[in-house]
């Protein structure tokens, strides 16, 4: 539901700057909507939500895919690229309580309290803030989680993203905002991405005009930093971005799966230039695995140096250790 729900707000919007064209929605189920009994670190698989989409992407069968970022690896498969990241909604995680815990916070709630999540990510710096509670597994659609919270005692709260129980209307059940001093994010939380065929040069400029430009580059950086950790699913790394005045701010952390180990550092550089008229054989440059051709190059340039340059800061004190660690851990 959530998917569709996404996709029907970029087609509708593609339908405003596009009255002439007509759009058709083609529903599909990927491996990570089959697999519902294997936490997400567990299956390994790096393009768990979008191979079949992308296998339709290349057989022509559809002309665009939509993703929540997050899900996109930093590197894309030969053929294609992500042509839009649309303006990022709330990146922030919330807590949504079992009715019984409703008005409570996490600190407020009993020793012992089980908390559900399937990021190893929020697990690890929750683990470290709430050391009192207890985090296990939950997976499914949003609708199978809150379900599983509700209905059952299992679990005292879950934690979402808070850009998705939005999208979904559901902004009532959010209990307790997590802001980035408690958890930081997950790269990319919260954007949209349309992906396209990096040749299909009619499609790109069409879905271009989607872009956001502060949200391309935040999520340039943060994909920058996750991809020279050689970061993903099975392991615990987590951003924290802020555009401001032409200055971007990326905040990286690693930590490891009980959050006792960690390093987290914050780097800026300024991202304010020009769009200048880029003609030649550079036209559509990837920037990890996105093309924003509306959005200045330098800009860009600068995005994706500052997350490699956060990244490099980390592994130069110990993060490839703590990584290496938390992936072995996962493994067994």
């Not at 894309?76 to 709330?90: D, M, S, Y």
């Not at 950086?221 to 996750?226: D, P, S, T, V």
């Not at 780097?267 to 020009?274: F, G, K």
């Not at 008229?277 to 440059?285: F, H, I, V």
Request: net charge negative; aromatic share 4%.
């Amino acid at each position: 539901q959530l998917a569709r729900i996404q996709t029907d707000s970029v087609v509708e919007m593609l339908r405003e700057l596009y009255p002439d064209f007509s759009f058709e929605i083609v529903a599909m189920s990927t491996t990570g909507d089959k697999i519902l009994d294997t936490a997400l670190s567990k299956i390994g698989e790096k393009s768990l939500f979008t191979k079949e989409l992308e296998n339709a992407l290349e057989r022509n069968e559809v002309d665009l895919v939509v993703h929540s970022l997050k899900d996109l690896p930093t590197s894309l498969p030969p053929g294609f690229t992500i042509g839009a990241v649309c303006k990022r909604e709330n990146p922030l995680d919330a807590v949504v309580f079992h009715p019984k815990n409703c008005g409570k916070t996490l600190s407020l709630l009993p020793e012992k309290s089980v908390i559900g999540t399937s990021s190893l990510r929020r697990a690890a710096q929750l683990k470290k803030k709430f050391p009192q509670l207890e985090f296990r597994d939950i997976r499914g659609n949003l609708n199978t989680r809150l379900k599983k919270l509700d209905e059952k005692e299992d679990f005292s709260a879950i934690i979402l993203a808070a850009a998705g129980l939005k999208r979904m209307g559901w902004e009532n059940r959010i209990g307790q905002l997590l802001t980035p001093e408690d958890c930081l994010y997950a790269v990319g939380q919260g954007a949209l991405a349309v992906e396209v065929r990096a040749k299909d040069q009619e499609i790109l400029n069409m879905v271009s005009a989607l872009h956001d430009a502060d949200t391309v580059l935040c999520c340039i950086a943060e994909r920058a930093f996750m991809k020279r950790l050689e970061g993903g699913c099975s392991v615990p790394v987590a951003v924290n971005s802020v555009l401001k005045d032409g200055q971007l701010y990326l905040t990286g952390a690693v930590y490891s799966l009980d959050g006792s180990d960690s390093l987290k550092e914050t780097m800026q550089t300024s991202v304010n230039y020009p769009l200048q008229s880029e003609d030649g054989p550079n036209d559509d440059a990837q920037h990890v695995g996105i093309t924003a051709k509306n959005v200045p190059r330098q800009a860009q340039e600068a995005a994706e140096g500052l997350g490699v340059e956060l990244a490099s800061l980390l592994l130069s004190k110990g993060a490839k250790h703590i990584l290496s660690v938390a992936r072995q851990l996962n493994d067994a």
